[in-house]
């Protein structure tokens, strides 16, 4: 890699860059829906935003980077600050415009998402409301794969059906399938209905950067969410955003001391929020209180589908081992000595534990097919993580 490639691989983290796709196919999953053409499109806006995060956060820290982070590549002068701050700004259309090719219902939360992660880098990110800003950021990118993926346009066709509105030919099913039962429509389901820091621009950073957050969902996008596949759909999208949020606010407030060093507490914090996240997985629930996948809003278990739901477990078991092995230790070395390099590398191993919780996020939505079902969405997630860490031992991801 050249000087100059080398500069902006840094200057954009791309050993981050494997942590934001998942999102989109989290926020797809949770709607039942299997990853389609607005789930792929969802991915690459996001996949633009995060960077135009990445080059603006340089761009708005480059001062402070000069004394702390002399060897960044603003204050080094391998680019140029104008040069960063046009690279945020086409970044920025470049992610609108895609999203904008899944509809109007995707535009509008990447507009928000594009939204809050400028206001995160320009100004909310060294106030107490920056942590809350990521963690919002982060929630609307798995928010972007539910709309782009069972969203419509309000104007034209359903996303998937190239139908006007996204209506259904005569006696189509009105929902999918989940746990092996069928979805009915919720005036008709009497209660059983089921359906739908500083650098890190997305997700964590020196307490200075990750305009991608984690854990406040954004209710216009919330509410397209529930829209689109009805309310226990909705519940369940609302769900992994917030997980995702929270994970996110918890490594986002590590990051904020990651450059002169913190005290053991906020680490120690960190990882009960880790073990809270995994425990969550584990018991299929979601923090607003709803039912595990695959059981109905009353606890009963659909006749037929206790086999299948334990064989889609073990995905879920698995990923969300794998989320609490990647994020845990580095987060205890850290609460034992939170020196800046201890708690930098607690900061980037939060970020590559996003991979297998989107994991986890995916198979524990995956509808009807038992193991299967789990397997096949989050296995592609998963073999994402031995490339963020091959990747994070030359570009770090902070």
């Known amino acids: 890699m050249t000087g100059r490639a080398a500069a902006w691989a840094q200057l954009l983290r791309v050993s981050a860059v ?24 969802a991915a690459v806006s996001s996949l633009f935003l995060y960077e135009a995060g990445m080059a603006l956060n340089d761009w708005a820290d480059r001062d402070e980077d000069a004394v702390e982070r002399p060897d960044r590549p603003l204050p080094s002068g391998r680019i140029a600050p104008s040069a960063a701050l046009a690279a945020a700004g086409a970044l920025t259309v470049a992610g609108l415009a895609t999203a904008a090719r899944a509809g109007r219902p995707a535009l509008a939360t990447a507009s928000a998402l594009a939204a809050t992660v400028w206001a995160y880098d320009l100004h909310l990110k060294h106030t107490p409301a920056g942590p809350a800003t990521m963690a919002t950021a982060r929630s609307l990118n798995v928010l972007l794969g539910t709309v782009a993926t069972a969203g419509r346009d309000r104007t034209g066709n359903a996303a998937g059906t190239g139908r006007p509105g996204g209506a259904t030919r005569p006696g189509a099913p009105t929902g999918r399938s989940t746990g092996g039962s069928s979805a009915t429509p919720a005036r008709q389901g009497h209660g059983r209905t089921r359906g739908p820091g500083h650098d890190h621009a997305y997700g964590h950073g020196h307490g200075h950067g ?3 957050g984690h854990g406040y969902v954004h209710g216009d996008a919330y509410g397209r969410a529930a829209d689109s596949g009805g309310t226990g759909r909705g519940s369940r999208a609302g769900g992994a955003a917030a997980l995702m949020g929270l994970h996110t606010l918890a490594v986002t407030t590590v990051s904020r001391r990651e450059a002169q060093g913190g005290a053991p507490a906020v680490p120690l914090g960190a990882l009960a929020v880790v073990g809270a996240i995994t425990t969550a997985l584990a018991r299929g629930r979601t923090p607003h ?29 698995a990923s969300a081992a794998a989320y609490a092995a990647t994020a845990a230790r580095p987060l205890a070395h850290a609460a034992l000595n939170p020196s800046p390099p201890l708690l930098q590398g ?8 996003m991979i297998p919780l989107q994991a986890a996020l995916a198979a524990r939505s995956a509808p009807g097919r038992g193991r299967l079902g789990g397997a096949w969405r989050a296995a592609p997630l998963l073999a994402l993580l031995p490339v963020a860490r091959r990747l994070s031992r030359k570009v770090s991801p902070t």
Do not use: E, K, M, Q
């Open 18 to 41: 494997s942590t934001v796709p998942g999102d989109a196919f989290a926020g797809a999953a949770a709607v039942g829906g299997r990853p389609n053409r607005g789930t792929a499109l």
């Open 289 to 317: 209180g709803g039912p595990p996948h695959g059981g109905t809003p009353h606890g009963r278990t659909p006749r037929g589908s206790a086999h299948a739901r334990g064989g889609a477990a073990a995905p879920v078991l």
């Open 346 to 353: 607690a900061v980037g191993a939060g970020i590559r534990a």
């Open 210 to 212: 990750h305009a991608y």
